[in-house]
């Protein structure tokens, strides 16, 4: 395991406000060794809610915690907050990141996960000139490499074979980082994860959708026969990760994450109609008659999965959640939030938020 141990004072989290990122700030500012503050940069797109860290702002707002309405696309503002906050670490999660979506429309993903990394490097670089008590880190996915068969497991040897527009501009933004790194000296870390569920997950995901349906008894829409194959890693154990990276990671190292937990979407899908049914006191061969097959999506990678042996031998890390219990708690979690999840899909969140959040 690495001595190696970081200081993080100034943490600029961009994409704070999605799924993934405001459960990362909730940890951080949680983390009995951390005392600094968290700048949150988020555009509030459609993913973006601040209602996600409601009790965060609660807690820490305008102390430890500030939220920053800002585009990364825009490369003044972006160079301005660094300069004001003197911001000394960047945790870069903010992607447009449905492959559905990036199959429709891929130029939105081009603009953010491509040009807007770029901005995020350069304000760095700019900024940080010199320096080598700073870091930057960036959060991507497995799908830059594109898919597996039924054996074989993706590491940080792995070569890239994205498939997707969206894989594919996630791959690019893990090329720019690393070169900015090479080129220019600019401290970095990556980090490519497997799929991430829990709280807080926009409902275009599979997870919350099929939560979502069974209660409304809608159908529940599976890609092809069902087989393709996806490593799931509760959001908690994907924020320890990189944690454990920011403070100790090698500089200029990749570092992939995942939950080493491999279901079928079928089986997955079937999986959640036991716990929901478990939970709502409800029939499980209800829900597991709305299962309805969908034309499978262009392209659709078989399967992902994660060797994390460097992770877990270098930095010590191990994933905490079982599958068993991460899941129970996600569908209790939707269950026990129907405000959040009406918010959700209405778009009241955005009135509350206009109403609670002073957004400069």
Same mark, same amino acid.
């Given at each position: 395991m ?18 993934? /990122? ?7 500012? =949680? ?40 585009? $990364? ?20 999660f ?9 199959i429709?429309g ?7 996960? $491509?040009? /807007? ?28 490499f594109? =898919?597996? /068969? ?54 275009e995901?599979? $997870? ?6 069974m209660v ?58 036991? $716990? ?39 930095? /010590? ?44």
């Amino acid at each position: 395991m690495t001595e190696q141990s970081r200081t993080l004072s100034n943490v600029l989290v961009t994409g704070g406000a999605g799924f993934i /990122g405001s459960n990362f700030i909730r940890f951080l500012l =949680s983390d009995e060794g951390f005392n600094g503050k968290v700048f949150n940069l988020d555009s509030l797109t459609y993913a973006g809610n601040l209602e996600n860290l409601r009790d965060v702002h609660d807690e820490h707002g305008g102390t430890r915690y500030h939220f920053i309405e800002a585009d $990364i696309r825009d490369f003044e503002r972006v160079d301005e907050i660094f300069a004001k906050y003197e911001i000394d670490t960047v945790v870069h999660f903010a992607a447009e990141s449905h492959v559905d979506r990036s199959i429709v429309g891929p130029r939105a993903f081009i603009e953010t996960n $491509i040009i /807007g990394t770029v901005n995020l490097l350069e304000a760095a670089r700019a900024r940080w000139a010199g320096r080598d008590d700073v870091l930057f880190h960036h959060v991507s996915t497995d799908e830059v490499f594109g =898919s597996l /068969g039924e054996t074989g497991q993706f590491n940080e040897s792995t070569p890239y074979d994205p498939k997707s527009p969206y894989s594919a501009s996630k791959a690019s933004s893990d090329h720019l980082v690393r070169a900015w790194g090479h080129t220019y000296g600019l401290p970095f870390t990556i980090s490519n994860c497997s799929n991430n569920y829990g709280p807080y997950q926009f409902p275009e995901k599979m $997870i919350p959708v099929m939560i979502m349906n069974m209660v409304d008894r809608k159908p529940l829409p599976v890609y092809g026969d069902g087989s393709n194959v996806r490593d799931w890693l509760y959001v908690d154990d994907h924020s320890s990760a990189i944690l454990r990276i920011m403070r100790s990671g090698r500089s200029s190292e990749t570092y992939v994450v995942g939950g080493e937990n491999e279901w079928q979407n079928l089986k997955l899908v079937g999986s959640l109609c036991t $716990i929901v049914a478990e939970e709502t006191k409800g029939d499980a061969d209800e829900l597991l008659d709305l299962i309805t097959f969908v034309t499978d999506r262009p392209g659709h990678d078989l399967r992902y999965a994660i060797d994390c042996t460097k992770t877990k031998s270098e930095l /010590g890390w191990t994933q905490r959640h079982t599958f068993a219990e991460g899941l129970r708690h996600t569908v209790r979690w939707y269950l026990d939030n129907p405000t959040w999840v009406n918010h959700i899909r209405s778009g009241e969140y955005r009135k509350w938020m206009e109403r609670n959040y002073d957004r400069r």
